[in-house]
């Protein structure tokens, strides 16, 4: 194979799978590759042309999209790692703009680089200031999610220094411009639709400290930002940060692979990440929570969820990967006991009817057989709502924390050799070719 179609070196072995057609009996032998980690892949690109048939994988439930360096994540362990790091030792030592710089490098970052990438990133947060006018375009009550595909989509009508996507320069300024404006976008979002005047950014505070004096500071009074709810928000990026080829993530990528501009491709992942199927879940989380009101209905919902002919599920529960406990769920759920303490929230009643929640359906069969375990939307709503966030909101802070994990995958992408346009084919079970039929013969 040209040195453009392999793998990369480190995951060639000499091992094979061979496929046999017991119609024809015919047989291929492809190769087998070797991840650093995980299950190893058969390479079945030679399929087609040899075989003449297609596989199919509604879901991708089996399909490796491609080659990456980025994110590692084993359902059956609960284990995710960033660039190798855990996102447990993350959480808890690192901070956002750090893990930025790990996801986007692929290494943590020494005194000095930590500095200048802060100092880049904050040196960017301003807006162009006539995309304010996008924002009076909507209607007050639109979902700020909505506002974000739009505003991050037309950032590319107004960046038009960093749309050249195989300028690799160009490619380094979109992701820092990237990362430092979705604080400001999402901002602002949230300020229009409560009709209050925008925030500029400030250069004196941290990642987070600013995002949260965007969103709940006014011209009229001092604000100061709490260090606790600062952690807390820093926290919940760092755990939103990238997961491997999720929905949203595949998006981008496929987007990405048509050469479109990575604001356009970040603004795909925005509209993908909204269903609540996926980051709209804890937004959806915070819904349920509310309609279930008290402990004494939660068998009422937990039978619901269970009954096959009704569509309800229990949303924040379940995940494609994880068969186990989603990592950042344990972590989310320890900070929300220390947000809401630290809130005097202690007997937050949404918290008490989730863990209860939580409790039920795990001891239930039909969640620990189908393995659904709370995953990273179950808690995070509440803590966002402690922290005085409306539940709208929710999902703009989820896409906020993954434009690094999108924008980083978008490179790889970009930078990999292998990588070609997305074009998938299909299992048709359509009409055959059939003559047309003249309007006077149809019945
Ligand atoms: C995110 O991919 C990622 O990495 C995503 C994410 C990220 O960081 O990018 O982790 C973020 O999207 C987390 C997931 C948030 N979504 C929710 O909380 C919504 C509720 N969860 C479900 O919609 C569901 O669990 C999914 C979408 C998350 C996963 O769906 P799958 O893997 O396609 O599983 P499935 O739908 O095939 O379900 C398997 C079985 C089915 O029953 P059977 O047909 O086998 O009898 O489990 C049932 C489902 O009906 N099931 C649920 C359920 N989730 C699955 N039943 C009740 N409640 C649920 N939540």
């Avoid at 950014?201 to 001092?222: I, K």
């Avoid at 269903?275 to 279930?292: K, R, Y």
């Avoid at 068969?323 to 005097?344: C, F, I, M, T």
Wanted: glycine residues 6%; contains cysteine; aromatic residues 10%.
């Amino acid at each position: 194979m040209s040195e453009r179609s392999m793998a990369s070196e480190k995951a060639q072995t000499n091992e094979t799978a061979t496929l046999t057609d017991n119609q024809t009996g015919e047989s291929l032998t492809l190769p087998v590759l070797h991840p650093t980690i995980g299950p190893r892949v058969i390479d079945i690109r030679r399929l087609y042309a040899e075989m003449g048939m297609f596989t199919y994988d509604p879901g991708f439930t089996s399909t490796a999209s491609c080659e990456s360096d980025i994110t590692f994540i084993d359902g059956e362990e609960g284990v995710l790692l960033h660039r190798g790091y855990s996102i447990e030792d993350l959480a808890e030592k690192s901070d956002f703009l750090e893990v930025c710089y790990l996801l986007l490098y692929d290494k943590l970052p020494n005194k000095q680089q930590k500095v200048d990438f802060e100092n880049t990133i904050t040196l960017h947060t301003m807006l162009h200031e006539q995309m304010t006018s996008f924002f009076r375009g909507f209607r007050r009550d639109a979902h700020p999610m909505a506002i974000m595909v739009g505003v991050v989509g037309a950032m590319s009508a107004f960046y038009h220094d960093s749309t050249d996507i195989n300028d690799p320069y160009q490619r380094m300024v979109a992701s820092h411009r990237l990362i430092a404006k979705m604080p400001t976008i999402s901002a602002m979002a949230y300020k229009y639709s409560i009709g209050q005047p925008f925030v500029y950014p400030r250069n004196d505070l941290s990642y987070a400290e600013n995002f949260l004096h965007m969103m709940f500071s006014v011209p009229c009074e001092e604000y100061k930002v709490s260090p606790t709810l600062a952690k807390a928000m820093d926290r919940i990026f760092i755990l939103h940060a990238d997961h491997e080829q999720n929905a949203s993530t595949s998006t981008v990528r496929l987007a990405g692979s048509s050469g479109a501009n990575p604001f356009a491709c970040i603004a795909a992942g925005i509209a993908s990440l909204w269903g609540p199927a996926h980051g709209g879940a804890n937004e959806a989380v915070l819904t349920m929570l509310q309609e279930i009101g008290s402990k004494e209905r939660i068998p009422e919902f937990i039978k619901r969820a269970k009954d096959k002919d009704d569509p309800f599920r229990l949303m924040g529960f379940g995940h494609r990967v994880y068969k186990n406990y989603d990592p950042r769920a344990s972590v989310l759920r320890q900070s929300a006991h220390d947000v809401l303490d630290e809130l005097g929230k202690r007997d937050e009643p949404l918290l008490e009817l989730a863990m209860e929640l939580e409790r039920i359906a795990l001891e239930d069969e039909y969640f620990t057989d189908k393995k659904l375990f709370p995953n990273v939307d179950f808690y995070s709503g509440i803590i966002l709502q402690a922290m005085g966030f409306p539940t709208s909101m929710f999902t703009v802070l989820f896409a906020l924390a993954r434009t690094v994990g999108w924008i980083a995958q978008w490179r790889e992408m970009i930078e990999d050799p292998v990588q070609k346009i997305g074009r998938p084919r299909q299992l048709y079970t359509g009409e055959p070719k059939r003559p047309y039929v003249p309007i006077e013969e149809r019945s």
